[in-house]
């Protein structure tokens, strides 16, 4: 009698950078190019077989990534700095690995995360930017700081966020928890919001921005902002910030 | 009998912000986009009449300016502000006037130069990067910044520097005086070789990037990058180092 074969799957973790301007988003799709599918067919590629990534969650069109989280199993001799090397020699240059590791066959990038952080960066000047402009937002009128981080103050905690959301995701229900939301300006004296959270509904970052925007111009208060979450209604909520400005920024597990 | 007609002709001051990416350099060409053309097409737009841009001096193809300066002479009522505004709205994403100034018909900005200072980026980790790609080298090994700056001690002062100099660039002679050349560390960990001179060959500034750059991965010393200045032999300096790196910062009168 023959022992059990040694199951030689190994997991693999990647961390990943990636510009989005040319993507129609994280999940791959029929027919538009997406990050996945071209991280999937550089694993082909190295690994012979078809690898399946899984995605700690989908990043939407033109969204960019400093730290996105997947991991496959594969049944494979490579190690994990010979897939880092030649995943980043095959794959186009606005998707990077920055770093692969074996972790337990038991880890999953979706299942297991605890908190994702975001960034989103708003350009606040009367003059847009020429180089750089794919990456943040230009608001021209002047934003009150104040105002808009009174009204981020609203978020953080737990709530129900359907006045935030996009139509067409999966969920089963709309409440999230918020651990960190604030406004800070950066060395070079972009705004950037933060958010941390332990889950997002689809567009719920670019639709909060939108609604802080309104704050900052004025358009309504702080007191409004909670009013607008509270109702639940996404009619009341301010545009979807564009993509460009949005940044995955860190997965925790 | 009739007096003289008052000459309306204004002279206007542009400074230009541009993402060089997309372009082949400043200077209008017969068949490529450049930047003068761009700005050239709107003001034909705006005054209805041929206009004639005199640049501050070339750019190179896919290289950025913050500062680039031109101006033009046009018989117009149009006023510096209704023309930055409307080149902003006519001109490309990746070109934008910040600033219009009406001044003395004598003002030339190609002649009246008095120094330009320029940075060029370099991007020193392992990994390269997937966001801003565009914008800076990529040196993958570490280099020695203390003997790099001990180089660029060298370059100060008046010197020939035909070294240094690409070829196909119409001069009367090589010898040019740099005012300022050091290497520093910016907010976002890019290292920035920064140079003022009151006048520059072509490629000077990227053959002597390209040479500090083999200083800094010891394929010559500091005294080597002196002796290579020194030589006037084109074939002892370092590679051209690629025009995304480079930015125009600043054209001084």
Redesign the interface.
């Known amino acids: 009698m023959n022992s059990e074969p040694v199951n030689a799957y190994k997991n693999f973790k990647l961390t990943i950078?990636?510009?989005g301007g040319a993507y129609h988003g994280w999940q791959r799709q029929a027919t538009e190019p997406t990050i996945q599918e071209e991280i999937e067919k550089a694993l082909m590629t190295m690994a012979g077989v078809k690898v399946v990534l899984t995605g700690s969650g989908r990043t939407d069109a033109g969204v960019?990534a400093?730290g996105q989280v997947a991991n496959f199993l594969c049944e494979t001799t490579l190690t994990h700095d010979v897939f880092q090397r030649g995943l980043?020699s095959l794959l186009p240059?606005?998707?990077?690995i920055?770093a692969c590791a074996e972790v337990p066959e038991t880890f999953n990038a979706r299942y297991d995360v605890k908190s994702k952080t975001y960034h989103y960066k708003i350009l606040n000047r009367g003059?847009?930017?020429?180089?750089?402009?794919q990456?943040s937002w230009h608001i021209p009128q002047k934003l009150d700081l104040s105002a808009m981080r009174r009204a981020c103050g609203h978020i953080i905690g737990t709530h129900d966020f359907k006045a935030f959301e996009g139509t067409g995701s999966p969920r089963t229900h709309t409440t999230r928890r918020v651990i960190h939301a604030d406004l800070v300006k950066d060395?070079?004296g972009y705004l950037i919001f933060e958010i941390e959270g332990e889950g997002f509904l689809r567009f719920m970052v670019r639709n909060i921005v939108g609604t802080l925007v309104d704050v900052g111009l004025a358009k309504s208060t702080p007191e409004d902002f909670k009013r607008i979450m509270l109702s639940k209604d996404r009619n009341l909520a301010g545009i979807t910030a564009p993509p460009c400005g949005l940044?995955l920024m860190q997965v925790n597990y």
Do not use: K, V
């Not at 240059?93 to 990077?96: K, L, Q, V």
């Not at 003059?127 to 402009?133: H, K, S, T």
């Open positions: 950078e990636y510009d960019h400093y980043n240059r606005d998707i990077i920055t003059l847009c930017a020429a180089i750089g402009r990456y060395n070079d940044y």
